[in-house]
């Protein structure tokens, strides 16, 4: 720390209040110099003396000097510092652990998008287009030998056969979304299957033949299955 004074043919002497024990001897230098003082406040007195003769001095002035040091020499500096860093890492990791449940949520939605594709595929696989166009040919064949019962009778199945698959995938569309599960019943599918085996019958003419029973004590009309 430097003090300067007004210029002066006189002797001047220092002393620090908490830092000296005693006055600087005095010297005809117009400045003091302290070093290395510690953040806080500091009283200067001045003493004054004729270089003539006057040996005691006299006090002509108390400075009150503040020191401050800059914010990274501060005592509590590098507590605040350490609070500051751990917010920050905790905050860091709020924003990590949300991007990774909105990753998982995205994730998860694709999954149920997925799923409810591959059912409508699957829908669509059991009856495809080719199998249509086959029985449709079945159904011609028919008219063209003039056998109007059993072309009705196909055609009307076949209308059948295409309202209950669009039916199921539409109500399965429409569970899956409410996050439930399409239950579809036992007697519902065994008609599917049985108009659908006809269809392959018409198709191969005595090329197969099939039976299907169940016991008696299996109530097709109450039991529900998932697809």
């Known amino acids: 720390m430097i003090c300067q004074i007004a210029n002066t043919d006189r002797q001047v002497s220092f002393f620090l209040e908490g830092q000296e024990l005693d006055w600087k001897p005095w010297q005809n230098e117009l400045n003091v110099q302290y070093q290395n003082l510690k953040e806080g406040k500091y009283n200067l007195n001045v003493l004054l003396k004729d270089i003539s003769g006057d040996h005691r001095g006299r006090l002509i002035k108390s400075i009150v000097i503040v020191v401050n040091y800059p914010f990274y020499k501060e005592r509590n500096f590098g507590f605040y510092l350490a609070l500051c860093i751990l917010f920050v890492g905790l905050l860091f990791s709020l924003l990590w652990y949300n991007n990774l449940l909105r990753f998982k949520t995205i994730e998860m939605e694709r999954s149920s998008w997925e799923n409810k594709y591959l059912k409508n595929q699957m829908l669509q696989s059991?009856?495809?287009?080719?199998?249509?166009?086959?029985?449709l040919t079945s159904i011609q064949n028919l008219i063209s030998k003039e056998d109007t019962i059993n072309a009705n009778k196909h055609i009307f199945n076949l209308s059948r056969l295409m309202r209950r698959f669009l039916d199921s995938s539409i109500k399965s569309n429409i569970t899956s979304n409410m996050g439930e599960d399409h239950l579809i019943l036992l007697s519902n599918e065994i008609e599917l299957?049985?108009?659908?085996?006809?269809?392959?019958?018409?198709?191969?003419?005595?090329?197969f033949d099939y039976k299907g029973y169940f016991e008696d004590s299996i109530d097709v009309e109450d039991i529900k299955f998932r697809r």
């Not at 059991?126 to 029985?135: E, G």
């Open 193 to 207: 299957i049985k108009m659908y085996v006809e269809f392959e019958q018409l198709q191969y003419k005595d090329k």
């Open 126 to 135: 059991q009856l495809n287009p080719h199998f249509i166009f086959n029985v």
